[in-house]
């Protein structure tokens, strides 16, 4: 089970992971599907664009962050939260107290320093302690502590498909996420997010693992500051791959979806690793990784393959 | 500056000049909470401080300017945004420009208001993939304190010190790696200050001093700022309620002319 955590963990970092070692050659893209209202992109926003297309794929995939000197409030609060409560589900179903096969019982935790409250309704289908599918976790949260921030709302998260055995090596299991209207509070500030995805882990070996994030929609709306600020993502898909390199791993991570932002006048744009990585209409921008810590960022505002315009960016201005 | 302070006091009749200098240890202790009062960092190290001062009676008051650094390090232990324990640490530079003013009310005893600038630099050091970044801190400090002193053998000086007060005033620029540079103020702040030091003649107007402090300063928690990529709205920044204590032993040098 311990190996089965870190991998859930190791899932949202491993985007992190590709620009530390370069891994996975540039990252580019290409035009993404069509939407109603497609930003243009142009050498005033292609920045914007890129920052916003990326810093999206990170919030849902990263848990890297910052240290706390300042408290810093931005999504990424939420799907912590998110990752802190799917990797506590085998643990909770093991430690529940045991009632009749199929019972549905409902828990209160304390959250962080008796601070708040998480109210559970655990589902064991067959009553044995373990994962297995079908079985399923609501859980909601009452001006719960976590991380110096207070979280409300609630996410139900169930098993669809679960093989082998999460204390190996060899598994495969597949959550259904659904989160609804869970918010982050903190200095007077809220983030709350909402949407359905799948979370889906295979390991086929040591160090040899593949990790599904597929989002159906997902939309955070917030203030910040005293501003208010949304985003909106659907048809996302983070895949990260780890094969057996020495020791330890090698990651490739691809990423595709659309995008809709207050930052972009609430207009879309679609993304997708390989090949141009941003594209709207005619136009396109190109991230590729250049080193361990710069992206080259570059634009051909009309579309004819000719990259005109361009600026290299640290990777942690980006994300 | 302080020797600018002098020649202005010797050139006004001020009278009982004296110049100073001390190098000390000081032990600094921060913390930060939540808005529930949970710990969100704690940090303590040991700072390296040295001291330049002047003195001069002017006025019918005691005025005492000096000039403060303190470097060194202290060791981190807090949470990342994402809500990872993180130990890692911080260096630290502080300086402190200080003038206070005292007169006396009883005999031994004087009463007085003094006036501070803090500047502080704090560098947290990134741990692994969780980035640290510099903070810039500013804040005045206003103080009402009072002084008691005692006449020991051989001429000798022992006295004690207390203040009590405020800061007015106080911001953090703050320069976080994903986000462009921007300025959060701090919360009202108060603070207290005990001191003790014992003073002895050497000749020729020489005298040394060894001196003992401990104080402690706590600001509520900040209003938020957004904070921002270019024009785009990247999350939102505020400090923390925090409070900064330490204590430190300094030994010094002082010339009357």
């Not at chain 1, 009632?99 to 409902?106: D, F, H, I, N």
């Amino acid at each position: 089970m311990q190996q089965f955590n870190k991998l859930l963990a190791l899932s949202f970092v491993s985007a992190a992971m590709l620009s530390a070692c370069g891994g996975g050659g540039s990252d580019s893209g290409s035009a993404g599907p069509g939407s109603s209202a497609r930003l243009p992109i142009t050498s005033a926003n292609y920045v914007t664009v890129s920052q916003e297309a990326l810093s999206t794929s990170y919030f849902m995939a990263d848990s890297g962050g910052l240290v706390t000197g300042a408290k810093v409030l931005d999504e990424r609060q939420l799907m912590a939260f998110v990752r802190s409560q799917s990797a506590l589900m085998p643990s909770r179903l093991h430690g529940a107290p045991k009632v009749v096969t199929g019972a549905t019982q409902t828990l209160t935790e304390s959250c962080d320093g008796g601070l708040g409250s998480i109210s559970l309704t655990l589902t064991d289908l067959n009553g044995n302690g373990d994962l297995d599918t079908g079985d399923s976790a609501a859980i909601v949260a009452s001006n719960c502590s976590f991380n110096g921030d207070t979280m409300s709302g609630s996410m139900t998260m169930s098993v669809a498909s679960i093989t082998g055995n999460l204390s190996g090596t060899v598994y495969e299991v597949n959550y259904n996420i659904a989160i609804n209207g869970l918010s982050v509070i903190s200095g007077g500030d809220k983030i709350t997010g909402s949407g359905n995805m799948r979370l889906g882990m295979v390991s086929t070996g040591l160090n040899r693992t593949v990790t599904t994030i597929s989002v159906d929609s997902f939309q955070v709306v917030g203030t910040q500051g005293g501003i208010n600020a949304n985003r909106g993502l659907s048809d996302f898909r983070f895949v990260d791959e780890h094969t057996p390199s020495g020791s330890s791993y090698s990651s490739a991570v691809s990423v595709s979806g659309t995008l809709s932002s207050s930052a972009l006048g609430e207009q879309a744009v679609s993304f997708v690793t390989a090949k141009p990585f941003v594209r709207a209409g005619n136009s396109q921008a190109r991230i590729t990784v250049q080193s361990g810590s710069a992206v080259l960022l570059e634009l051909d505002a009309n579309g004819d393959g000719s990259f005109e315009t361009s600026t290299t960016k640290p990777w942690y201005e980006l994300v | 500056m302080l020797w600018a302070l002098l020649a202005v006091g010797s050139a006004h009749g001020c009278q009982g000049l004296t110049a100073g200098a001390a190098l000390g240890s000081a032990d600094s202790t921060w913390q930060e909470q939540g808005e529930q009062g949970q710990r969100l960092v704690r940090e303590q190290g040991r700072l390296a401080r040295a001291q330049l001062s002047a003195e001069a009676h002017c006025l019918g008051w005691a005025w005492r300017a000096s000039a403060t650094q303190a470097r060194g390090s202290r060791a981190y232990d807090g949470v990342s945004t994402t809500g990872t324990s993180i130990r890692t640490g911080s260096r630290i530079v502080q300086s402190v420009l200080a003038l206070d003013a005292m007169r006396p009310f009883w005999p031994q005893t004087e009463l007085g208001l003094q006036a501070e600038l803090h500047l502080t630099r704090r560098d947290i050091a990134s741990a692994g993939l969780v980035l640290g970044y510099p903070e810039k801190f500013q804040h005045l400090q206003m103080a009402v304190g009072a002084r008691q002193r005692w006449a020991t053998e051989g001429g000798g000086e022992f006295q004690i010190e207390g203040w009590w007060g405020a800061s007015p005033w106080g911001r953090l620029k703050l320069d976080l790696p994903n986000a462009d540079a921007s300025t959060l103020p701090l919360g009202r702040g108060r603070h207290w200050r005990a001191l003790a030091a014992w003073q002895a003649p050497l000749a020729d107007g020489w005298s040394w001093r060894l001196q003992a402090q401990a104080d402690s300063i706590s600001w509520q928690r900040g209003s938020s700022r957004a904070l921002r990529r270019g024009e785009v709205v990247s999350g939102s920044a505020w400090q923390p309620a925090t409070r900064q204590s330490g204590w430190d032993v300094s030994l010094g040098w002082t010339k009357a002319f």
